[in-house]
Structure formats: structure tokens, C-alpha cells
């Protein structure tokens, strides 16, 4: 499957006024295609450092950077794609079983994860090798 395909970019409404901006962005499948069971955030990494490197058999992820710049680099094991998420309304869905790595943060970045399950140490695939294995491409 081609690997643009298996994301996607969200676009979350903007309700601002004189008064300043404000994004909305709801659960269930409204805006965000899943409930939202779990919410973190990465601040204060470099532009040096390198997040995620992992996959997940279960969980589903959105990534919004509601606070300056990142990318991230998603990997299929066939292909890879580079997005960058560079403005609070837009958000990037992400399927099981892609493999992830986030970088190139910006000094303000403040990166948004909603995830679809409750975090579970052994549904991650932190070995690239072993991703391969799973999805058969090895």
C-alpha cells in the first residue's frame, strides 16, 4: 500500500476572533477518528534529538503541533514520508503499525499526542528489525 495512503492530514476548525484563536478538535470520530483514551506532549528537545522510533500494534495516534515546528518521518517498511507539522490546526492521523521518528524541533515546538489507547509498554515495537519481521517484510 502506498504509504500516503495509510496517514492522514487533519484539518481542525478555527473558531478565533478579535479576541485570539481557537482550535477545536474532538474525539470519537468527529474530528479526531478515535476516542481519545491518552494525551501527552514533547517540549524543550532540539533540533539534534530524535523521538518516537517506535511502532504500535494497537494504538492510533494524532500529532499536532500546537506551538512552532516538527517533522516526522513515517515508515511503511516499503516507503517513507517526511511531513512537517508546522501549524496548530493541522494534524497528522497515524494508523497502527507505522513506524515513527519525530525530529527537527523548533526551539518553541510543543508537540500534541492524542492517542487511542491507554499506554501498554509491550504493544511497542522499538526495534526496526523486528518491525520488519511483523509486517512480514522480512
Not at 51 to 72: K, Y
Not at 86 to 99: A, I, V
Amino acid at each position: 500500500m502506498n504509504i500516503r495512503e495509510q496517514y492522514k492530514i487533519l484539518e481542525f476548525g478555527d473558531f478565533g476572533d478579535e479576541r485570539g484563536s481557537l482550535v477545536v478538535a474532538e474525539g470519537s470520530g468527529k474530528d479526531i477518528p478515535f476516542e481519545i483514551k491518552r494525551v501527552f506532549y514533547m517540549y524543550g528537545s532540539s533540533d539534534e534529538v530524535v523521538r518516537g522510533q517506535h511502532a504500535n500494534r494497537r494504538t492510533e495516534f494524532v500529532l499536532i503541533n500546537v506551538s512552532g515546528t516538527s517533522r516526522v518521518k513515517v515508515d511503511n517498511g516499503y516507503e517513507t514520508d517526511i511531513i512537517e507539522l508546522n501549524r496548530p490546526r493541522m494534524g497528522l492521523y497515524l494508523p497502527t503499525m507505522l513506524w515513527k521518528d519525530m525530529y527537527d524541533f523548533s526551539k518553541d515546538s510543543v508537540l500534541l499526542v492524542l492517542a487511542s489507547e491507554h499506554y501498554d509498554g509491550s504493544e511497542y515495537i522499538r526495534d526496526y528489525e523486528q518491525y520488519l519481521k511483523e509486517i512480514g517484510k522480512k
